[in-house]
């Protein structure tokens, strides 16, 4: 995004349309600017006067009432420069911080409308890193393009004209060369240092990334002993970063010693010409301190202008990455109208559809199927023969390559997203959860719901002896990814969130695959229940979860290849029953070597 584009899209966020009060206020700091701005340029002048008003008055009276009377605008205008730029910065202050608020609560929405693969190739830590660095990279750029570089060059130039119009062409030319090798040295150099800021970006994001990375699966770094091992990709992150940011501190001695030089040399030139000019009677010892003056005025802007530069320009390389996450697509409906009403009928149809999620690797060739309302149908197989895919594709987190999916006799394509996701209820295989109370991460099924329902979704999930032993209840912190509470505690709760919302189409994601038989059992029988006249579809690689189910579809290598109930099944004696063979044959040898376990216990 080029910088007219990125003024373009910023410039909103602080002229708010509707918003009459920030839009006074923002004119308002500007009236404040403008005083402030003539304030400063009031008092050389009033300075030089004051200097020479001390020889110019014989009677004492008129002495004191000139010399005083001058001394007191001088401090008048000083006090009145420093009071406005206050008040200035108050009133910009609530224009910047509605306009960093607007602009994070808009990046958070757009980040969690991307497309999943987004989110799957990025660290949490980075984009987190991104947001902040971003939004108040915006408040520095626009607080010092309005308020600082723009008036520092106005006042730039209204101080060479009144060094013109006051002590000749010769001290406003000699003025506007310095002023020029100043600016070309500050541009040259500050580019030339960018690339240390980009490094150190860089850098900074990679270390978020494992941070987070690393603190999310904290368990599976103890359970591997590998703390030494994430310190020192930490470490190798941090050293990165290190070595960026002395390489920018070095760099900026060097733009701060040559800035200094040219500054010393100009006023030097100037001033020694004055001081000639003074001793020839050409210039007054008041021309000579306002001169002075004059010139201290115009550095120190010049100055403060040079690292204000710097922090524009780093500030644009602090916007690249949000910048980039903001031009990203968003999950779109390409169709004008979009159906959003109730489901007259749930029924699933999924008609020769195809996927891939690279165009070299097909994972669902041609699947066809039918799932009609209240109906339960399982979809097994071995790993990697496309069974997750289904249901991502279900959800529209991806979008069939070739073939049409409906839900209620209308095209996916033709649902909106979100309001197909509200439609379906998820009980994943990994219940991650909210580092919050067991009632935030159920209620999150609807938010709406009130206390009694959530007790409800609960009772039928199986929680319900389980919060009558907490003495918090609901109230009860389940830790990061909801790591306070055992596997099978956290698929109820899932299963209770599913409840909760209360969906037309029940999608079971292999979610008891990780749990012991017994959990699998009671659990199994929490899902059976809620699957009850409504339209479910069980994504399944323990075949037991599936035997009751009304019809079975069995996926090998993205085709369909079974279909029937499990009785059916077995007799045909395809690979569904060479799948269920497998399982005995495990259970059997399950079952010997805990007999050998025990025979080992008892002779010892």
């Given amino acids: 995004m080029r910088f007219s584009q990125q003024v373009r899209f910023l410039w909103p966020y602080f002229w708010v349309s509707g918003r009459a009060d920030l839009r006074a206020k923002l004119i308002a ?10 304030s400063n340029l009031v008092t050389p002048w009033l300075l030089g006067q004051t200097v020479d008003s001390l020889d110019q008055f014989s009677e004492a009276s008129v002495w004191m009432l000139g010399a005083v009377g001058l001394v007191c605008a001088y401090v008048i205008s000083r006090l009145g420069a420093l009071v406005f730029s206050e008040i200035r910065e108050v009133l910009f202050t609530h224009v910047s911080q509605r306009a960093i608020r607007a602009l994070s609560k808009r990046t958070f929405e757009h980040l969690h409308r991307l497309p999943i693969d987004f989110h799957l190739s990025r660290h949490t830590g980075s984009l987190d ?8 990279a915006v408040d520095f750029l626009l607080r010092y393009v309005a308020f600082n570089i723009g008036p520092t060059l106005i006042e730039l130039v209204v101080v060479s004209v009144i060094v013109w119009s006051m002590f000749g062409g010769l001290y406003a030319l000699l003025i506007a060369i310095i002023m020029c090798v100043y600016i070309i040295l500050t541009l040259k150099v500050t580019t030339w240092r960018l690339r240390f800021r980009r490094h150190m970006n860089d850098a900074d994001n990679s270390v978020a990334g494992r941070m987070v990375d690393s603190f999310i699966n904290v368990e599976t770094v103890r359970l591997f002993t590998n703390e030494d091992y994430e310190a020192n990709r930490i470490d190798e992150g941090l050293a990165a970063y290190e070595s960026a940011a002395n390489q920018s501190r070095f760099s900026l001695m060097l733009l701060n010693l040559s800035q200094t030089f040219v500054v010393l040399a100009g006023v030097s030139s100037v001033l020694i010409i004055a001081v000639f000019d003074v001793k020839a009677g050409t210039l007054t010892v008041g021309g000579f301190v306002a001169l002075n003056t004059y010139m201290l005025q115009a550095f120190q802007p010049l100055n403060y202008l040079g690292s204000v530069y710097r922090g524009i320009r780093q500030s644009f390389i602090d916007m690249e990455n949000l910048f980039d996450v903001l031009d990203e697509q968003i999950e779109s409906d390409p169709t004008p109208t979009l159906a959003s009403g109730a489901l007259t009928c749930a029924e699933v149809v999924f008609d020769r559809v195809r996927f891939a999620y690279q165009s070299d690797r097909l ?10 309302e209240g109906q339960t149908v399982a979809i097994v197989g071995e790993t990697g023969s496309g069974k997750t895919t289904i249901g991502r594709l279900l959800l529209r987190m991806y979008e069939p390559t070739e073939g049409v999916i409906s839900l209620g006799g209308i095209d996916l394509k033709n649902w909106n997203r979100t309001h197909v996701r509200a439609m379906i209820g998820v009980v994943p295989q990994d219940a991650v959860l909210f580092n919050e109370s067991l009632r935030h991460n159920i209620g999150y099924g609807r938010v709406t719901a009130s206390d009694e329902e959530i007790f409800e979704a609960c009772e039928t999930a199986g929680l319900g002896p389980f919060l009558l032993g907490l003495p918090d209840g609901l109230d009860t912190q389940v830790g990061a990814r909801g790591l306070k509470l055992s596997g099978g505690e956290k698929q109820r709760v899932a299963i ?9 189409v029940l999608l079971f994601d292999e979610a008891t695959s990780s749990l012991d038989t017994a959990t699998e059992a009671n659990i199994q029988a929490n899902l059976e229940a809620i699957s009850q006249s409504r339209t479910t579809i069980i994504v399944a690689h323990r075949l037991s979860t599936v035997i009751h189910a009304d019809r079975i579809l069995v996926l090998d290598k993205g085709v369909i290849v079974e279909s029937g109930t499990h009785d059916t099944l077995i ?9 269920w063979q497998a399982r005995d044959d495990e259970s059997v040898d399950a079952s010997d070597m805990k007999n050998l376990d025990r025979s080992a216990a008892g002779e010892s």
């Fill in 129 to 136: 890193r991104l947001i902040d660095r971003g939004t108040k």
């Fill in 496 to 504: 209770a969130r599913a409840v909760l919302k209360q969906p037309s």
């Fill in 363 to 372: 994972i669902l060739s041609d699947v066809s199927f039918c799932v009609e």
């Fill in 29 to 38: 700091a500007l009236v404040c600017l403008v005083l402030a701005k003539v």
């Fill in 571 to 579: 007799k045909k004696g395809g690979l569904y029953a060479r799948l």
